[in-house]
């Protein structure tokens, strides 16, 4: 989390969003399907978030982009790790890292590609030069 607001109580949806990469709408929509997720609201009707709601939003986030969990298996993976006791042993940091580290790989099989196709297309080069020698 950021410096400023990892001390704080509670947190905005907008700093909510910019923590955990998620949009407004998408997190709405959350608390419409996971009964787990319900933020308190202000005298103003705004949602706050404590950091155990950011902690289960990036969870739910893994279960269904990293995992590919539908929202009813997200559901059950949910009850589950409550029913378990262990929900509150996923760690932000594990889920955060790896969620960091596929987009690493991802980035590097882009580059891998790009620098194969360079090395092909100057090898053909290469090769076309020596011909006319």
Not at 98 to 122: G, P, R, V
């Amino acid at each position: 989390m950021p410096k400023d607001t990892r001390d704080r109580l509670y947190h905005s949806i907008s700093e909510v969003c910019n923590i955990t990469d998620i949009r407004p709408h998408v997190l709405r929509y959350w608390e419409s399907e996971f009964r787990e997720l319900n933020p308190r609201k202000n005298r103003a009707g705004n949602r706050i978030y404590r950091d155990s709601d950011i902690k289960l939003i990036l969870l739910i986030k893994h279960l269904l982009y990293e995992e590919r969990y539908t929202i009813e298996g997200a559901k059950r993976k949910l009850a589950q790790l409550k029913e378990n006791g262990t929900i509150d042993e996923v760690e932000i940091i594990d889920l955060r890292a790896k969620e960091l580290l596929l987009e690493l790989k991802k980035d590097l099989l882009e580059l891998h590609e790009m620098l194969s196709q360079s090395h092909i297309q100057d090898y053909l080069n290469s090769t076309k030069s020596r011909k006319k020698n």
